[in-house]
């Protein structure tokens, strides 16, 4: 079974920056894609970003395109969101994945973390 623990969310001006950081509790083929999604109140559930450990292969919604980046640390099991020229409309409770492959639709992971509240100010 993998656990997956999120931090570094919380309170941002519009424009500023924040990272989030996903902590496994291992590596296997059944996390070998790590994924970002988020919900706002009252919303689905919607894709942000995936990453695989092996290849860093990366992909992005259309929405976070230019602004974030997704990254992984294989020694420590972690990977990382960098949110950049954050927007209100990014305010969610963001979320880290794993699954078997890279996958933008939310019934692909088979493993969540409890979320990291994220909140940008105008």
């Known amino acids: 079974q993998v656990q997956l623990e999120e931090s570094g969310g919380g309170l941002v001006q519009a424009g500023g920056s924040l990272r989030l950081s996903c902590a496994a509790s291992?590596?296997?083929?059944?996390?070998?894609?790590m994924a970002w999604f988020r919900q706002a109140p009252g919303k689905e559930r919607q894709f942000v970003a995936t990453?695989?450990?092996?290849?860093?292969?990366?992909y992005y919604a259309d929405s976070v395109k230019g602004r974030f980046t997704v990254s992984r640390d294989n020694a420590n099991n972690t990977v990382y969101l960098q949110m950049n020229s954050l927007k209100p409309e990014d305010t969610a409770v963001y979320y880290c994945?794993?699954?078997?492959?890279?996958?933008?639709?939310?019934?692909?992971?088979?493993?969540w973390g409890h979320g990291t509240q994220v909140t940008v100010s105008s």
């Open positions: 994945a794993a699954g078997r492959s890279l996958n933008t639709l939310s019934s692909g992971y088979d493993y």
């Open positions: 291992e590596r296997t083929f059944s996390n070998y894609a």
């Open positions: 990453i695989s450990w092996l290849y860093g292969r990366t």
